[in-house]
């Protein structure tokens, strides 16, 4: 929570959502936020909605579908707004149960999905093995041939990641091939 910028205990959290049934039917919503909620870390998940006006939850449904989502929405016909991720699943719940409402995309996952395609684009590094993609070269490609075009065209960029990341696996293939001709395992 603290590196969120949410300087709040788990326990506070846990504690609050508890509350969320009383303090519902207090006032009209009209905006709201929709996302995952994991009951059991990677086995159990369920939908946490939160009024984003007064910053509370509002309720935790049982579990994550799409059917939930739109009944719930349905019964609330007064929200206006649905921020949600861009999970598709939230997003058709909100057109059927909530036809009228206008959906956004939450802040957090934008900067998330943006982190991520800036960190893809920029890396230099296969992150699963840490080997280098795009090492340092003399403007030609393995065969030799003059790579042509602006060095920074996404296409070129895309071309040199597969064949540099082909070639390093080629290489991994060829040390693995000489081992294995010495006689190890």
């Known amino acids: 929570m603290k590196r ?3 300087p709040v205990s788990d326990d506070t959290i846990l504690r609050q959502l508890k509350r969320c049934a009383s303090r519902r039917g207090t006032a009209p919503l009209r905006i709201v936020g929709i996302d995952d909620w994991s009951w059991r870390k990677a086995s159990t998940y369920g939908t ?3 009024d984003l006006e007064r910053r509370q939850v509002v309720d935790v449904l049982p579990e994550r579908t799409m059917t939930g989502t739109a009944d719930w929405l349905s019964k609330h ?8 991720d861009r999970c598709g699943l939230y997003a058709q719940g909100i057109r059927e149960g909530a036809p009228d409402a206008r959906q ?3 802040r957090f996952h934008l ?3 943006l982190r991520l395609t800036i960190e893809e684009q920029l890396s230099r590094t296969d992150r699963s ?4 993609l795009r090492p340092k070269t003399d403007g030609k490609d393995e065969l030799g041939a003059t790579i042509a075009g602006a060095p920074h065209a996404v296409a070129e960029h895309r071309q040199l990641t597969r064949q540099t990341h082909r070639h390093s696996r080629q290489v991994i293939f060829d040390t ?5 001709d010495t006689g190890m395992s």
Do not use: Y
């Not at 016909?77 to 949600?84: A, D, N, Q, T, Y």
């Not at 693995?176 to 294995?180: C, M, Q, V, Y």
């Open 176 to 180: 693995i091939r000489t081992l294995r």
């Open 48 to 50: 946490i909605v939160v």
């Open 104 to 106: 956004i995309a939450d």
């Open 4 to 6: 969120l910028g949410m």
């Open 77 to 84: 016909p007064e929200i206006k707004i649905v921020s949600r």
């Open 111 to 113: 900067l998330q999905n």
């Open 129 to 132: 093995t840490g080997r280098a």
